[in-house]
């Protein structure tokens, strides 16, 4: 199956013809001029938003006075004679930066969870391979740039797409950052899904694509459409590049969407899944959606996209370096010393203004008449009072306060004090991450049903146990694809027109953060030390401790109220066995007179048992008791003798 990144020349030759061995192909050039049509038209609709685009990425280089000298598009030079301090103060930027290390400090870990009982295995595997496939992407910078981009732009487009180019040919899940100027989207939507057609554009050098396209020789010269582009830094040509559009539309095919995709360069087909119906019977993807997931950070009515962080800081961060400039202006002016001169004052002029000249001639008197130094008026304290509100909106705006940073204000120093008022005040940025799993969560169904498509053949993943140890496993889609359901079950007819309807597993995806953040980290370990001190963790403690679990929330509380359901659960099991050996051990003391019943357990520890004596201790005192009775016995004898002899004198 071709890619959208790499196709195979042997796959596209000839494609782009019209008409082959008698067929009539549906995609050819009419086809692909009317792309081109809807691709301007979709153009016209988004202009607003690149110029706004364009326009934010030069306040985030810290270059924004070329825009407020004249708009975005000036060349950056300011006027002949201007001077003027032109101060670029970071306040907005450090708010984007406080709110990036919020985002990272939560990175998403996805967790899959079935619909269905006879799913739990699937689930339990998928859970630990997309992290790995996540990785192999570099997901986490590819996260990391996109909040960035969600930041100064509102909305962080990603692309999961299949690549035939990866895995030595094998193919696998690519996933992107994109940009929205190469993006391009029915106008009027709210969600990117309603769109009829879908166009994503990229420029490639001509003659690589010559190279791997041998029918486009000479056929290159023009431009499919103007792509709105930044003001860089560097210079960029781009007169020897081609635009190359990735073209998906949507069709209805009985009770299902089909997702169809072109690819196309200067009206030149090179590869049209719908014009190979045979190889393609469901369309490119499975799942029908376009392989795009928009994460947006503030909503707009009526567009799927949002605005970011950005454009509510661009106002207060323009009067903050404005009024910095008067007040750089003023204490320039200030510090360097004029003076009103009289004509005629007989004062070396060349002299005076060389500061190295330690001498200054003068004709005649010296007086204050001749030379009055000029005063500057003091700058009036409601400019720095503005000043400073202004830099305060900013702050207020952007949720980004002296404690989030983990300054202290206010008279407020101790340590909880100070954590408490950061969690507090971090409401904003928990609602914004919010918000951003939800678009990961969209992106990790993507995953799911493209393994579920592509990955026919069993595939190695290293994933980490549940015992925190690698293990390597082996999956492949055999399991999650649909199996085929009984007739009557599924609520058909047997007719000839009967579609065999089939089951497929369903998976729910819930995100959790990995807390990387050195205080999330530092109270959790200080809250697991306290439940441990006070004992919650002893298994003859369970049901209290069950109890004042179900009253906290945390993270990994689930996995504490297991741990000590498991322990009550083993000293009730250790306290029957108990009881069980305690019997027997007495039914052996009265059958053998030396063993002692087995104490019960106490506190979840077992008491030893008592040992009366010693097996030599046990003999001796046996001998003794033989040896007593001897004795008495002895004793005896003699008595009755002397008794006897008694009665016989007598007689």
């Not at 306040?59 to 001077?83: C, E």
């Not at 930027?93 to 996805?110: G, V």
């Not at 509100?389 to 002296?402: A, C, F, G, V």
């Amino acid at each position: 199956m071709p890619t959208e990144s790499a196709i195979d020349q042997q796959e596209v030759s000839g494609i782009g013809e019209e008409v082959t061995s008698g067929s009539l192909k549906a995609i050819g050039k009419n086809e692909i001029e009317e792309a081109v049509n809807i691709l301007q038209k979709y153009k016209e609709g988004k202009s607003n938003l690149e110029s706004r685009i364009v326009e934010n990425e030069q306040w985030y280089k810290l270059r924004h006075w070329d825009i407020v000298r004249g708009g975005a598009n000036t060349d950056g030079k300011r006027a002949a004679g201007d001077d003027r301090p032109e101060p670029t103060s970071a306040w907005l930027f450090n708010s984007l930066a406080n709110k990036h290390a919020d985002a990272m400090d939560n990175y998403p870990e996805p967790n899959v969870l079935p619909r269905e009982q006879s799913d739990e295995k699937d689930a339990d595997v998928l859970s630990s391979i997309i992290p790995v496939i996540l990785e192999r992407n570099n997901f986490e910078g590819t996260y990391s740039n996109g909040w960035w981009y969600k930041l100064k732009h509102g909305t962080t487009p990603y692309g999961v797409f299949w690549d035939n180019s990866l895995e030595n040919g094998l193919g696998d899940i690519n996933i992107k950052e994109l940009d929205i100027l190469n993006l391009f989207w029915e106008s009027g939507i709210t969600d990117i899904q309603d769109s009829r057609n879908l166009f994503i554009v990229a420029l490639a050098d001509t003659d690589l694509l010559e190279e791997q396209y041998p029918q486009l020789k000479g056929k290159l010269g023009g431009k499919v459409i103007d792509v709105k582009e930044y003001v860089y830094d560097d210079t960029v040509d781009t007169s020897d590049k081609s635009v190359v559009v990735d073209w998906y539309y949507k069709k209805a095919v009985g009770n299902k969407t089909v997702l169809h995709y072109c690819k196309f360069v200067a009206g030149e087909v090179l590869f049209a899944s719908e014009n190979e119906p045979e190889n393609y019977p469901n369309g490119w993807y499975e799942h029908g959606e376009y392989p795009i997931v928009f994460d947006v950070l503030f909503p707009e009515a009526g567009t799927p996209y949002g605005f970011g962080y950005l454009s509510i800081m661009k106002d207060p961060q323009m009067y903050i370096d404005k009024l910095s400039q008067v007040v750089l202006e003023n204490t320039i002016m200030g510090a360097k010393p004029r003076y009103f001169a009289k004509n005629g004052m007989g004062v070396n002029e060349e002299e005076f203004l060389d500061w190295s000249k330690p001498i200054v001639h003068v004709e005649g008197q010296i007086s204050d008449e001749r030379l009055v130094p000029i005063t500057m008026p003091s700058l009036p304290s409601g400019v720095l009072d503005v000043l400073q509100m202004k830099i305060d909106e900013l702050k207020e705006t952007s949720s980004n306060r002296d404690f989030s940073q983990g300054s202290s204000s206010g008279g407020v120093t101790a340590a909880a004090a100070i954590a408490a008022l950061q969690e507090a005040g971090n409401k904003t940025s928990r609602d914004m991450i919010a918000a951003s799993y939800r678009s990961y969560t969209k992106l990790n169904h993507l995953i799911i049903e493209l393994i579920r498509q592509f990955y026919d053949e069993n595939r190695s993943f290293r994933i980490i146990g549940k015992q925190g140890a690698f293990e390597y496993i082996q999956y492949s889609n055999d399991r999650i694809q649909g199996v085929p359901l009984d007739p009557a079950f599924a609520g058909q007819q047997l007719d000839p027109n009967y579609q065999e309807a089939t089951r497929v597993p369903v998976f729910d995806v819930v995100i959790k953060p990995q807390k990387r953040s050195a205080y999330s980290r530092m109270a959790q370990n200080e809250l697991a030390k306290e439940l441990y001190g006070l004992g919650l963790f002893e298994p003859e403690r369970a049901e209290p401790a069950m109890t004042c679990l179900d009253m906290m929330e945390f993270d990994g509380d689930d996995k504490v109220r297991q741990k000590v359901q498991e322990g009550q659960t083993l000293l009730n099991v250790v306290q029957q066995l108990s009881a069980q050996l305690q019997q027997q051990n007495m039914l052996i003391a009265q059958l053998t007179g030396q063993a002692l019943p087995m104490q019960p357990i106490q506190g979840g520890r077992q008491v030893q048992p008592q040992r009366q004596a010693s097996h030599d201790t046990q003999a001796a005192a046996q001998k003794n008791a033989q040896t007593a009775n001897m004795t008495n016995y002895g004793e005896r004898l003699a008595s009755r003798a002397k008794t006897d002899m008694n009665r016989g004198a007598g007689a």
